[in-house]
């Protein structure tokens, strides 16, 4: 009888079949026509499993080498570990101990996405800051539009998992599903709305104002005291419907008119406290990577994540426009991050 250097796919698979019929090892080995000694050999080494993965040392790199890292991660935002080191001339070490390095000076982000301001932005910016200096911001009614989706925005269905658990199944949608558009203000510390602009609705100027009509009018500012309007200070962004003829028109003959309606920089999101609210109630209704299967559903969470969002946070934001015109002034209206 033979011998042969390794067994085969079949003949493995044959010995695990005769070994579950009951034969013994030297049976197999006589009706494979095998070295009983290959044949005994592989039946011990599966049933010792696979040998441990042995971990090995992480490679080290100098203090020196250090702060050649940390030096490079500055100047090359959004780059990859690999790149980072390789720029400084460092070779040889893992990815794992790559990233861990650089966890400790530095984290992985997204590029933030944001409209480009030319010069006589900035310098428009510089002055709405130093018109507005001197205002008491607890009178102005900030106010804006958004729009969330079933899904929520890409990226963020991503988490920790548990080993060994699964990722939960995520709907996937033929045409995204469609959306609701919110509107909502806040002044000082009260939240106003959020109302729900009617589905299929494009808001151009007479749409825009007819909603303000049967939402802002008639359900919160016709409420207020006559000293309240009086002091008011409405703001809104210069998105079309705001900005046009019209609507300035039909806000003036509401009492809305000069220095009741500020005027807006232009690319300017980042001065309103409103986008902060945005970002709470986002992140609200879409912790967890959750999803939602009617545009009903997605506007009932919006509706409580906003209630759920309480007197002194709106206040955090309101009183934090005295900092934010500073810091465009210091900026040389720049941008000031929000």
């Not at 085969?8 to 005769?18: A, L, M, N």
């Not at 940390?70 to 460092?90: E, G, H, V, Y």
């Not at 009614?141 to 925005?153: C, H, K, N, Q």
């Not at 709470?280 to 997605?298: A, H, M, P, R």
Request: glycine share 8%; charged share 30%; net charge positive.
């Amino acid at each position: 009888m033979g011998q042969k250097k390794d067994l085969t796919g079949s003949e493995k698979s044959k010995i695990v079949r005769y070994l579950a019929e009951g034969c013994s090892s030297l049976k197999i080995a006589k009706l494979l026509k095998r070295d009983h000694r290959t044949i005994k050999r592989f039946i011990q080494n599966s049933q010792q499993g696979r040998k441990k993965r042995v971990e090995k040392p992480r490679c080290k790199i100098t203090a020196h080498e250090l702060r050649k890292v940390k030096r490079a991660a500055a100047k090359m935002p959004l780059a990859t570990s690999l790149d980072i080191f390789q720029s400084c001339n460092i070779t040889g070490v893992p990815k794992s101990t790559r990233c861990a390095i650089l966890r400790d000076m530095a984290e992985v982000r997204k590029a933030e996405r944001r409209p480009p301001l030319n010069k006589t932005h900035k310098l428009k910016r510089q002055d709405w800051a130093k018109k507005y200096l001197k205002t008491d911001f607890s009178k102005v009614l900030w106010t804006d539009e958004m729009r969330v989706s079933l899904d929520g925005p890409d990226g963020w269905a991503r988490g920790w998992i548990g080993k060994g658990q699964r990722a939960p199944v995520r709907l996937r949608r033929q045409q995204g599903g469609g959306g609701v558009l919110v509107w909502a203000g806040i002044i000082k510390d009260e939240l106003v709305g959020p109302f729900r602009v009617e589905d299929g609705v494009k808001l151009n100027s007479q749409s825009y104002c007819q909603f303000l009509e049967d939402a802002f009018f008639k359900q919160w500012y016709r409420k207020k005291s006559a000293s309240f309007k009086k002091n008011m200070i409405f703001m809104q962004d210069n998105a079309p419907s705001h900005a046009s003829k019209y609507s300035t028109a039909w806000l003036a003959r509401k009492g809305i008119k000069e220095e009741k309606l500020m005027t807006w920089p232009p690319c300017s999101p980042d001065l309103n406290p409103i986008e902060n609210l945005w970002s709470i109630i986002k992140c609200e209704i879409y912790k967890e990577g959750k999803q939602y299967t009617s545009l009903n559903s997605v506007w009932e969470a919006v509706v409580a994540a906003a209630h759920n969002v309480d007197g002194e946070q709106i206040k955090t934001l309101t009183e934090s426009m005295d900092g934010r015109l500073l810091s465009v002034l210091a900026k040389k209206g720049g941008y000031i991050g929000r």
